[in-house]
C-alpha cells in the first residue's frame, strides 16, 4: 500500500525554525516528484513547494521563496521541509504528496495521486 | 500566474441530486485539470485527473468536463459521503500548481 507519513509539526515562535519529515512507503520514492501543500485553519489548500527526481529541482511558492527549503533523502525513503522565519501566517496543516507523471491520451501530465494525512504546524508567541 | 475561480463557493444540496461545480482559469490550460474532494480534517483525495478521466477507485457518479477555461465537475446522484469541499487545480504550470478555492457541499 502506498503511505506518506508527515511528522515534525508543533508549536514555534515567530521567527522559528521547524522541519518537517514525510516517510515514504509502498512505491518507488527515488522515481517520484513530490510536493508539499498546506492549508491553514479554515483556508482553502496551497501549494508551497516541489521536488523533482534525479536531478533534485526545487520550486517554491512565492509565499515561502527565500525561507523554506525542500529536499529529499531517497535512502531513506523520504522527503523534508525546512521552515525557517516562520510567521504567524504560516500556520497550516501541512501535507506531503506524491506527484504522479506520465503520458496519458499523448499528453504529458503531472498530479498528486497520493496525500500523507498532514502535521500541524502553528507559528504563535 | 494562472488564477483558478470557482463557482458556486457553497452548496446545500440533497441525498439522490445531481451537482455542478464550475472551475474556470484565467487562462488557456487545455485539459490540464484535475479535481479532489476533502472532506473535514481529512487530506484530499483525487478525483479527475487530466480534466475528465477518473481515477481508479472513484465511484463513477464522479465525472469531469471542459477544456481550455472551463471545466465541470458533476456528482449524477449525490451520496451522504459525498458531503465534502471540492478543489480544482490547474496542471498547466507544472512544477508550480495552484488550486482553486473549493466549494463546500453541505446537506440541504
Known amino acids: 500500500e502506498v503511505q506518506l507519513l508527515e511528522s515534525g509539526g508543533g508549536l514555534v515562535q515567530p521567527g522559528g525554525s521547524l522541519r518537517l519529515s514525510c516517510a515514504a512507503s509502498?512505491?518507488?520514492?527515488?522515481?517520484?516528484?513530490m510536493s508539499w501543500v498546506r492549508q491553514a485553519p479554515g483556508k482553502g489548500l496551497e501549494w508551497v513547494s516541489g521536488?523533482?527526481?534525479?536531478?533534485?529541482?526545487?520550486y517554491y511558492a512565492d509565499s515561502v521563496k527565500g525561507r523554506f527549503t525542500i529536499s529529499r533523502d531517497n535512502s531513506k525513503n523520504t522527503l523534508y521541509l525546512q521552515m525557517n522565519s516562520l510567521r504567524a501566517e504560516d500556520t497550516a496543516v501541512y501535507y506531503c504528496?506524491?506527484?504522479?507523471?506520465?503520458?496519458?491520451?499523448?499528453?504529458?501530465?503531472?498530479?498528486?495521486?497520493?496525500w500523507g494525512k498532514g502535521t500541524t504546524v502553528t507559528v504563535s508567541s | 500566474d494562472i488564477q483558478l475561480t470557482q463557482s458556486p463557493s457553497f452548496l446545500s444540496a440533497s441525498v439522490g441530486d445531481r451537482v455542478t461545480i464550475s472551475c474556470r482559469a484565467s487562462?488557456?490550460?487545455?485539459?490540464?485539470l484535475a479535481w479532489y474532494q476533502q472532506k473535514p480534517g481529512k487530506a484530499p483525495n483525487l478525483l479527475i485527473y487530466?480534466?475528465?478521466s477518473l481515477q481508479s477507485g472513484v465511484p463513477s457518479r464522479f465525472s469531469g468536463s471542459g477544456s481550455g477555461t472551463e471545466f465541470t465537475l458533476t456528482i449524477s446522484s449525490l451520496q451522504p459521503e459525498d458531503f465534502a469541499t471540492y478543489y480544482c487545480?490547474?496542471?498547466?504550470?507544472?512544477?508550480?500548481?495552484?488550486f482553486g478555492p473549493g466549494t463546500k457541499v453541505d446537506i440541504k
Open positions: 487530466a480534466a475528465s
Open positions: 521536488i523533482g527526481t534525479s536531478d533534485g529541482s526545487t
Open positions: 504528496a506524491k506527484v504522479w507523471s506520465g503520458y496519458f491520451n499523448d499528453y504529458y501530465y503531472s498530479y498528486m495521486d497520493v
Open positions: 487562462q488557456g490550460i487545455s485539459s490540464y
Open positions: 487545480q490547474q496542471l498547466n504550470s507544472y512544477p508550480l500548481f495552484t
Open positions: 509502498g512505491f518507488t520514492f527515488s522515481n517520484s516528484a
